[in-house]
């Protein structure tokens, strides 16, 4: 299941995961709350593997601070070995503004993705990110525009799957496509989907 950028109502219910195909493993793309990561623990016996968004709702708040949420598996600039997949992590977007987390610099794109294309040396199922690659999933405006650094680790790499936030709804974007250059299927994973793999 791979899910990103909205709460959704089917999921988010107390009979879930009723009506759901049974899933291996869960990739959250970022900009979900904290509280809705660790239901997804509570109600799933498989790996909750996320990555953080640009919003930094991931927290919890139990009144000692915001703490990273319980019972997940956080993968940003990391590859994690769960459910029979190497997954890669990178999470948030270029930097928009100029305040605020989840944002990075094109230096650090450049050095933080290429750190972690020298951790999947020994190759990768899955590309877990935030902000999708450049191409047909790249948003329209600044805020929302594609990482090229990406585009380079999939060259890299040859992910399977590429799986990003970010881009909602309103783009109007297709679910998925193939990427030509790395052979990469490429999937929105606003709000839910169960993917094969």
């Known amino acids: 299941m791979v ?3 909205h ?3 089917f999921v988010y219910r107390s009979a879930f ?6 899933v291996d493993a869960v990739l959250a793309a970022g900009d979900l709350p904290g509280y809705y990561l660790e239901f997804l623990a509570t109600k799933l016996t498989v790996p909750i593997i996320y990555v953080h968004g640009n ?8 009144g000692d601070g915001r703490i990273p949420p319980r019972g997940v598996i956080a993968a940003h600039g990391r590859v994690v070995e769960e459910a029979g997949l190497r997954v890669a992590g990178w999470g948030g977007v270029p930097r928009y503004r100029g305040d605020g987390e989840g944002q990075y610099t094109r230096a650090q794109a450049r ?7 020298w ?5 990768v199922d899955v590309l877990l990110t935030h902000a999708p690659p450049t191409g047909p999933h790249a ?3 600044y805020a929302h525009r594609g990482c090229p650094d990406i585009n380079a680790f999939m060259g890299r790499r040859h992910p399977r799957l590429v799986v990003h936030g ?6 109007g974007k297709k679910l998925e496509y193939l990427d030509p250059e790395s052979g990469a299927r490429v999937i929105n994973a606003y709000g839910y989907h169960v993917v094969d793999l």
């Open 7 to 9: 709460v959704h109502p």
């Open 119 to 123: 951790q999947a040396r020994r190759g």
């Open 3 to 5: 899910l990103a950028d």
């Open 166 to 171: 970010h881009i909602h709804e309103y783009e």
């Open 17 to 22: 995961p009723q009506g759901v195909p049974a």
């Open 55 to 62: 919003h930094e709702n991931e927290y919890v708040n139990e």
């Open 139 to 141: 948003g329209r405006d």
């Open 111 to 117: 050095w933080g993705l290429g750190r972690l294309a």
